[in-house]
């Protein structure tokens, strides 16, 4: 089936559709069922950090919304390692078991595999030596390189991986300066947002300042992350200690595990201050209620290459305060909020008070909007797939429904059980008076899929307009009906 190509819809929406789909599929050039919708993550660990977090969602998105059977191989365990495990096998890897298990992923079918951080690039010889295509993911900028001892992965990232993926020019620069420049291709693609609550949830307390002992009135000044001193934690707590002395109404709340560093000394100068009520640092949990309540974000980072915080504050509408040469997200900050210099400790303080005394709406939707355009994850991950498999071609299936409760299931499960990655799934009820509705939703969560359900309020009379309708909203290149 060519790109562009368009299968004619079936009037009754019965066998025929179900065939007429299998035949669509299986008759595609070889060229294009080059994708066998089994790819490998490989990972360094299952610790919640930012690029674990984000090869979980990777493998999600894979599964759920693309229908790609996930495998993960991690080289040690951590605290999300059961959420792994609901995705996909996980494989554990220590010592000289590498060989062993990627030639078994092997003879199972497995030959594309995503590699997710610079760490994992210690596994890429061996996935080569198997016959894998490898995309590798570098999110470290030089100094944790060095620091780390990440000489050997690095190495063998820039010398055997396929196609190396980073997500900022900076990025790409710091690690050719330690790796030397890769042999094969490289790409700047910022990956997207992947906690899309942030733009779903709208801008309000949501009770926030009521559970954190906070007046009604007090503004929230947000940080994330992993609570150490590459994250900038001192520098947090300082111009938080700094502010929060002089102005009562200013509050600053960190989200994120707390360092040996923070727990033993920070921690201590916040109680002794007796400022504790208003500088809190709190366990991880779900973020987006106090991106919804904060009034400005501190990217309080030495060295971040583009951290999905930045993403997810932007999506809420948060002007962001950073430091200039911080990663890759310089320039996103630039335009939706403060850069000051790495030097100047007074200008961080300057910066957010100017920028929590009043919010523009226009500059809140702006900011939403510059993520809701450029940073889909869904499509950031399907790039993915065809990165690993260039000449996979962009499927949508559109599966239209009127008073089919009956079949409904099981024409969706015929197109969940196809072994090609659709870049999306489109069910389109034309105001049914029978339960297809509920038979739909409940088969899609039985499968783990996620669909676009649009349901007409009233019916259109004719299969044709959702035909039509199932074709505008497609974004395949090519569509089955």
């Known amino acids: 089936m060519a790109e562009g190509a368009v299968l004619e819809p079936d009037v009754h929406y019965g066998?025929?559709?179900?065939?007429?789909?299998s035949r669509a599929l299986h008759h595609a050039s070889a060229a294009q069922r080059r994708t066998d919708a089994k790819i490998v993550i490989v990972g360094h660990d299952a610790h919640m950090n930012g690029a674990q977090v984000l090869a979980l969602n990777i493998g999600r998105t894979l599964r759920n919304r693309f229908g790609v059977k996930v495998s993960f191989i991690l080289g040690d365990t951590g605290f999300l390692l059961d959420r792994y495990h609901a995705v996909g096998d996980v494989h554990i890897v220590r010592g000289g078991e590498a060989r062993s298990?990627?030639?078994?992923?092997?003879?199972?079918?497995?030959?594309?595999?995503?590699?997710?951080?610079?760490?994992?690039?210690?596994?890429?010889?061996?996935?080569?030596?198997?016959?894998?295509?490898?995309?590798?993911?570098?999110?470290?900028?030089?100094?944790?390189?060095?620091?780390?001892?990440?000489?050997?992965?690095?190495?063998?990232?820039?010398?055997?991986?396929?196609?190396?993926?980073?997500p900022a020019e900076r990025v790409r620069q710091g690690f050719e300066s330690f790796a030397g420049e890769v042999r094969n291709s490289?790409?700047?693609?910022?990956?997207?947002?992947?906690?899309?609550?942030?733009?779903?949830?709208?801008?309000?307390?949501?009770?926030?300042?009521?559970?954190?002992?906070?007046?009604?009135?007090?503004?929230?000044v947000l940080g994330i992350g992993y609570a150490d001193l590459r994250k900038g934690i001192d520098r947090f707590i300082a111009t938080a200690l700094s502010i929060c002395s002089k102005h009562d109404d200013v509050a600053f709340v960190w989200i994120g595990s707390p360092a040996s560093e923070t727990t033993h000394w920070f921690q201590p100068e916040i109680e002794a201050s007796g400022l504790g009520n208003r500088i809190q640092i709190l366990t991880p949990r779900k973020l987006a209620r106090y991106y919804a309540a904060a009034n400005a974000f501190y990217l309080a980072s030495r060295e971040d290459p583009f951290p999905s915080v930045v993403l997810e504050a932007l999506a809420s509408g948060l002007p962001i305060i950073g430091h200039e040469g911080t990663g890759g997200c310089d320039d996103l900050i630039?335009?939706?909020?403060?850069?000051?210099?790495?030097?100047?400790?007074?200008?961080?303080?300057?910066?957010?008070?100017?920028?929590?005394?009043?919010?523009?709406?226009?500059?809140?939707?702006?900011?939403?909007?510059?993520?809701?355009?450029?940073?889909?994850?869904?499509?950031?991950?399907?790039?993915?797939?065809r990165r690993l498999a260039p000449h996979t071609a962009t499927v949508s299936a559109v599966v239209p429904n009127y008073r089919y409760e009956a079949y409904v299931g099981e024409r969706l499960r015929s197109v969940f059980d196809q072994d090609y990655p659709?870049?999306?799934?489109?069910?389109?009820?034309?105001?049914?008076?029978?339960?297809?509705?509920?038979?739909?939703?409940?088969t899609a969560e039985a499968a783990g899929r996620i669909i676009d359900l649009h349901v007409n309020e009233t019916n259109s009379g004719s299969p044709f307009p959702q035909w039509r309708k199932g074709v505008e909203l497609a974004q395949g290149g090519a569509v089955m009906a």
Request: proline share 6%; with cysteine; charged share 20%.
């Open 15 to 21: 066998a025929a559709y179900l065939n007429a789909l």
């Open 101 to 166: 298990i990627i030639g078994r992923l092997a003879k199972n079918g497995h030959t594309l595999a995503i590699t997710n951080t610079t760490p994992a690039g210690r596994f890429v010889p061996a996935l080569k030596a198997a016959g894998f295509t490898v995309v590798s993911l570098v999110h470290e900028l030089p100094n944790l390189l060095k620091s780390c001892g990440l000489d050997g992965p690095a190495g063998h990232i820039s010398d055997e991986a396929d196609h190396v993926i980073f």
């Open 186 to 220: 490289a790409e700047i693609f910022p990956q997207g947002l992947f906690n899309a609550d942030v733009l779903e949830i709208a801008r309000g307390d949501h009770g926030v300042r009521a559970e954190l002992g906070l007046e009604s009135n007090t503004r929230i």
């Open 334 to 385: 630039r335009r939706h909020g403060v850069l000051v210099p790495q030097t100047d400790p007074m200008a961080v303080t300057d910066a957010i008070l100017d920028v929590i005394s009043g919010q523009d709406p226009n500059a809140v939707e702006a900011r939403r909007q510059e993520i809701a355009r450029n940073y889909d994850f869904p499509d950031y991950v399907f790039g993915l797939i």
């Open 422 to 442: 659709l870049r999306e799934v489109i069910v389109l009820d034309d105001a049914s008076p029978d339960n297809s509705v509920a038979e739909i939703e409940r």
